[in-house]
């Protein structure tokens, strides 16, 4: 489906809707609710930047939905889909993806209306260097005002310059690194931000797929391993997601769909292979083994067990849905499905895991990041080699005790202090599986939630509204 002007809006009035069946559940006042559901600020900006001897006007948004907690925290995304609907829609889901996964913000996210593949790499960082000082000089950006992130279009360098343009107006603030997250590991950066989203897609859907009660309806087996799994989107998010699911869940990548194309096997795709071959050829098609499908979303309807749209909102509408032969539709993306869709979808028993709670991971790694560049020091350095000591003094008794010796590649594993890495992952995993628990218990504790979306929806709205209660503002 292409993104034209009534996207932002289709999208937007979807999150609102899904918002107000959500909080149809709940005994909240309608003050309460109104407050809960509007976007808190709103900014639009148009700045000049000089293109070879052209001037071009740039136009950037930055919509802070919620401020219910501080700093306000999402991505920016560089797409020329990008419309004031559109980033007011996916500032409101990331209020509740922040309060879904225990993550203590507020939503927003920000825009700049280019396809950035139009333009050099200098062009972009004077763009991104430029929306950042507009954002510095409304006081919209900062460690505990707003924090932003890669989204679509954007990643690590862009960060990058953000943080930089950033330090360079406060070169005061201590803590200027913490204006924001996704940076790369040399500027402030933390380990497993990059592949966060995709790794926190895996851990949800493994939790879905072993949950027997949830999946009872879609006749699949229990377990992730084995199921055929197709792809939308080879960026960050897909590509990591469809990694962790393979490698570590041992499922099946029979379909990736790209701008270019679409391709399938049913025998399976090495993600990998596929990355590099794209990364050779510019395309995905004609990877060797597989068949081609020029029209790309013709492969989110080929046979598979789970679909994850992993690219952009709007993907699964009226016009498709019904085609859809995935049982469980892991959303990677924020709003690839239309309500109606889900209408449809759900009369075929299919679960989807929603966007707020299952690309979440991206929010709860930037947490940690952020937590990191305040407390200045890096996780794990005050105690591995404590642990380490700790451990290895246990292996040592045992061996005693027992007068038997540990093999000694046990031995390693057993006495390895807990690395950034190994406490980024852990924090993760934990953080999805909880929400998972919660959500689940809401959604299967009252017949009448229809769906996951509702129960993970009813979840952020009830904590979101404790937090307004303890202010003293709703007594
Ligand atoms: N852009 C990501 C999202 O949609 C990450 C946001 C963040 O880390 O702040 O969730």
Request: charged share 25%; net charge negative.
């Amino acid at each position: 489906m292409s993104h034209t002007e009534n996207q932002g809006a289709k999208f937007l009035a979807d999150v609102h809707f899904y918002y107000d069946k959500a909080a149809a559940f709940t005994n909240l006042s309608d003050g309460l609710l109104e407050q809960i559901k509007t976007a808190n600020s709103i900014y639009e900006m148009h700045f000049p930047v000089k293109n070879g001897d052209k001037i071009e006007v740039i136009q950037g948004i930055r919509v802070q939905h919620s401020h219910h907690k501080l700093p306000a925290k999402g991505g920016i995304r560089f797409a020329d889909t990008v419309d004031i609907e559109e980033v007011k829609a996916l500032a409101t889901l990331m209020t509740f993806k922040c309060a879904v996964v225990d993550v203590p913000f507020g939503g927003a996210k920000g825009g700049v209306c280019i396809n950035p593949r139009n333009y050099s790499v200098e062009m972009l960082e004077k763009i991104t260097r430029r929306y950042t000082t507009e954002l510095i000089k409304k006081n919209l950006i900062g460690p505990g005002i707003d924090v932003p992130a890669p989204d679509y279009g954007t990643s690590g360098r862009e960060m990058a310059w953000i943080a930089d343009t950033y330090a360079a107006f406060k070169y005061e603030e201590t803590d200027a690194l913490a204006c924001v997250t996704g940076k790369p590991l040399g500027q402030g950066g933390i380990q497993g931000r990059t592949e966060a989203t995709g790794l926190g897609i895996y851990y949800g859907l493994r939790e879905t797929l072993n949950h027997a009660e949830l999946i009872s309806g879609t006749g699949l087996s229990l377990g992730m391993e084995g199921k055929r799994i197709v792809l939308q989107g080879l960026g960050n998010v897909g590509y990591h997601a469809g990694y962790f699911c393979q490698k570590e869940g041992k499922a099946k990548i029979v379909g990736i769909a790209e701008m270019e194309g679409g391709i399938y096997n049913p025998n399976g795709l090495d993600i990998d292979e596929v990355f590099a071959f794209r990364k050779k050829t510019g395309s995905i098609l004609n990877f060797p083994g597989a068949e081609n499908f020029s029209n790309s979303a013709a492969v989110l309807e080929l046979d598979c067990d789970i679909l994850i749209p992993a690219a952009l909102e709007n993907q699964i509408h009226a016009g498709n849905a019904s085609n859809i032969k995935a049982k469980v539709i892991g959303e990677g993306a924020n709003g690839p499905c239309t309500k109606e869709a889900e209408e449809i979808l759900q009369l075929k028993g299919v679960i989807i895991v929603p966007d707020l709670y299952l690309n979440a991971g991206g929010v709860t790694v930037s947490y940690f990041e952020w937590l990191k560049n305040l407390s200045h020091v890096r996780f794990g350095r005050m105690e591995k080699r404590l642990e380490e000591l700790n451990f290895r003094r246990m292996t040592e008794t045992i061996e005693r005790l027992t007068g038997k010796s540990i093999d000694a590649k046990d031995k390693k594993l057993l006495i390895h202090g807990a690395e950034e890495k190994d406490l980024v992952y852990s924090g993760l995993e934990e953080t999805m599986v909880n929400a998972f628990h919660e959500i689940t218990a809401i959604k299967l504790g009252n017949k009448n939630i229809p769906d996951l979306r509702t129960a993970a929806f009813i979840s952020a709205i009830t904590k979101i509204a404790a937090s307004y209660t303890t202010m003293g503002v709703w007594p």
